[in-house]
């Protein structure tokens, strides 16, 4: 199943809006946008995941490299988690170097 | 730039393929996808199959080509799997001759041993589907975990405090108060309560795969499960079944999460590791693995092709093949470089160094292998120096300085001591002083020592004072299962009481076996629970109790909260004082200018033991300019010992000019003035005798 995803550039923020599935069938796809922002000076990057409704360990490791990748100073955002979600993330200990929020605030 | 060998030279059906590398063996990860390898020495022919997640029937079975095999390892690539979907077995051609120690069946689906992710059992105790072909799931694991900076801590071994618990019975109990009840991920939650008990060292009990249902069984309408876990399905898979992420496949990350946050708090991280046997039982029992792979490899056979064993669970794992020797090597680097692992302790670590025939050898390779190993240089190495088949080497396992023991003998000979035994006093001073009689040969020093009194083998701290004789009735083995020598005492009624006395004498006979315990030379092992009397009834082999036998119950703690405060005041004790925690052995004379020996023992009366058989009292003295070697300089330590049921006053030795003796502890006395926060002992009124209450320990400190 195709996950949908939009990104926005604004001012060093990366605004990225997921909706359905995040999975191995559309993470590499995901990744390999994420890559192109390697360099660009992106200060922020900002999850909208509202409209996720499954992520699966592939999808949760694209979210851990844009931290890894795009600069170790990169604020990563995830807004808007439902429960399933949240309580993956904090499981795997990766509520340490996300900013979890249910409405984007800079 | 692209590599050459990223392209597929083969095809089978749709798959494109192409032959792999021999190592690592598993399934690694490679450009555009996945590299198997699996060794088998005796096997004809091997087919990989593979399943999409959870599916009943595979959806390919590709042979390894004949071009695919290098020496006795099968390997290929298959190309553009979707490998977080996948989970893959093997099948293996080969001869079926038992009494030659072959029983291929080539319809079998054998797990991966090298399998780093293990599906089947992904929630602790939901019934799994027994039809199924293929129960245990090699699964492929990423490893892009982000260590944030973490490695291992290194603390040296002298200054460890070893904690043992298991992971779910730590914190299944509804008096947890946590999230996820039963998990690393609730045992996380616990790591502010750890570091309020002061200690800085987990010791896990077995975390790898296991199958809790193996052997389970219903007795009285309750159903008792393979709960300890020592019991392996695969050695480089932590349990899915502990995490509560398991079932989105994510308990790696869950467990290396825990390790790190462990680590930020200072806690050290000890695996318990079973290298002794495997799930696979004896001829009897089930085709996981290592049965189906090249049985005669990975086991101890008799000449006619029976399982030896030496474990007592049916099998044992032939750990001086030399095939297997590098398995459990390549597994501990695993666990230390990928999981940050600081150190592991060796279940019945004595078959370890049996041969392949199963006799004990001087010098065992695998156990030298591991003490030289440059990965493990600086993991902590712990034996448990016995097995199931009469080896008992506790202060003679052969592995030289790098190895410690869990240090049977000191459990032993300190209870006894405890409950009021006659002629404990010569031993007692041995494992006080960090058993020189058992390790002054060895190289170790003190550390070569793991000091324990109660471990979760055996009755909790508070049953050891509660009950005279093992209640494992509910174990469903009529309770000849269990040790019977536990040396325990019950203090005059088997069993909880509401007596006031009774209980009164429990809490304190807790007191003097922690207070010994924590002032003792070499390392000290608290078992989890202990510390706020925790019971499991009279239970002294709850391997299969998955319920409130043996979950911690902790609206104890608020019950108990004085025994907790004693405590951890007794390990900010031992922190706070070098001379406690010195890594060689006492030399017995003053080799500083002191005027003092390092140590000296004295009875009620100064710089005189009365060595009778029936006497139970005996106090010792450590001159704090001895500390670590004269190195540093700790203030003097005093600690009176009376096991003897009635009062008797200590002559202190005096000390020298200008200093006093303060007063840190006294187990006879109601809290919360049986102990004080170390530093601010209330100076004692006579400095030339102390009066130590029937089976009480007093601890004065001079400054």
Known sequence: MESLFNIKIENGTAKITLSGRLDTSNAGALSDELKTLIGQDIQKVVFFVNDLEYISSAGLRVIIFAKQKIGTDTRVYLVGANSTILDVVKMTGMDNFLFIQDTYQD | MIQVDSFPTH????????????????????????????????????????????????????????????????????????????????????????????????????????????????????????????????????????????????????????????????????????????????????????NVLGINCVELMPIHEFDEFENSREINGRKLLNYWGYSNLGFFAPKAGYAASGKFGMQVDEFK???????????????????????????????????????????????????????????????????????????????????????????????????????????????????????????????????????????????????????????????????????????????????????????GGTCASVNFITCHDGFVLMDLVSYDHKHNEANGEDNRDGGDDNHSWNCGWEGE???????????????????????????????????????????????????????????????????????????????????????????????????????????TQAWNVDYSDWSRTIAFLLCGKHAKNGMVEDDYIYVAMNLHWEMHGFQIPSLPAGMSWYIFSNTDVEPPFDICEPGYEPILENQNEILVGPRSVTILVGR
């Open chain 2, 257 to 443: 999460s825990l390790i790190k946050e462990f680590h930020r708090h200072g806690i050290e991280v000890i695996l318990d590791v079973v290298f002794n046997h495997t799930a696979e039982g004896n001829e009897m029992g089930p085709y996981i693995s290592y049965r189906g792979l090249d049985n005669k490899t990975y086991y101890m056979l008799s000449p006619d092709g029976y399982y030896m064993n030496f474990s007592g669970c049916g099998n044992t794992l032939n750990c001086n093949n030399p095939i297997v020797r590098n398995m459990i090597l390549d597994c501990l680097r695993y666990w230390a470089s990928e999981f940050h692992i600081d150190g592991f302790r060796f279940d019945l670590a004595a078959i370890l160094g049996r041969d392949q025939n199963g006799a004990p050898m001087s010098n065992p390779p695998l156990i030298e292998s591991l003490a030289y190993d440059p990965i493990l240089g600086k993991c902590k190495l712990i034996a448990e120096a016995w097995d199931a088949g009469g080896l008992y080497q506790v202060g003679s396992f052969p592995g030289g300085s790098r190895w410690a023991e869990w240090n049977g003998k000191y459990r032993d000979d300190i209870r006894r001591f405890i409950k009021g035994d006659e002629k404990m006093l010569g031993v007692v001073q041995q494992r006080i002083e960090g058993s020189p009689d058992l390790y002054k040969w060895h190289g």
């Open chain 2, 497 to 603: 009481t509401e007596n006031y006395w009774i209980n009164r004498l429990r809490v304190k006979q807790i007191k003097n076996a922690l207070s010994i315990l924590l002032v003792s030379q070499g390392v000290p092992m608290i078992l989890s629970g202990d510390e706020f009397g925790n019971s499991q009834f009279g239970n002294n082999n709850a391997y299969c109790q998955d319920n409130e036998i043996s979950w911690l119950d902790w609206s104890l703690l608020e019950k108990n909260q004085y025994l907790h405060n004693f405590v951890k005041l007794l390990i900010k004790f031992r922190f706070k004082h070098p001379v406690l925690r010195n890594n060689t052995h006492f030399q017995h004379r003053d080799y500083v200018g002191s005027g003092y020996p390092d140590i000296s023992w004295h009875g």
């Open chain 2, 11 to 194: 095809t089978f059906g749709e798959f494109k393929l192409r032959p792999g590398k021999p190592l690592p063996f598993g399934a690694t990860i490679v450009p555009n996808g996945v590299n198997f390898s699996v060794f088998s020495r005796a096997a004809y022919s091997c087919e990989l199959v593979l399943f999409r997640k959870r599916e009943k029937e595979p959806f390919a079975i590709i042979p390894f080509f004949d071009e695919f095999r290098i020496g006795n390892v099968f390997t290929m690539v298959v190309f553009d799997l979707d490998y977080e979907d996948i989970e893959y077995g093997f099948r293996m051609d080969g001869p079926w001759i038992p009494n030659e120690g072959h029983r291929f069946d080539k319809t079998k689906i054998l797990m991966d041993p090298y399998a780093k992710l293990i599906g089947g059992r992904d929630v602790w105790g939901e019934d799994p589907d027994w039809f199924d072909m293929y129960q245990h799931r090699a699964r492929i694991v990423f490893d892009d975990f982000d260590w944030e900076g973490d490695r291992p801590l290194e603390i040296p071994m002298e200054d460890l405090i070893i904690y043992e618990l298991h992971v779910r019975g730590f914190t299944r109990h509804s008096s947890s108060n946590t999230k996820h009840p039963g998990t690393f991920s609730a045992l996380k939650e616990k790591i502010p309560y750890l």
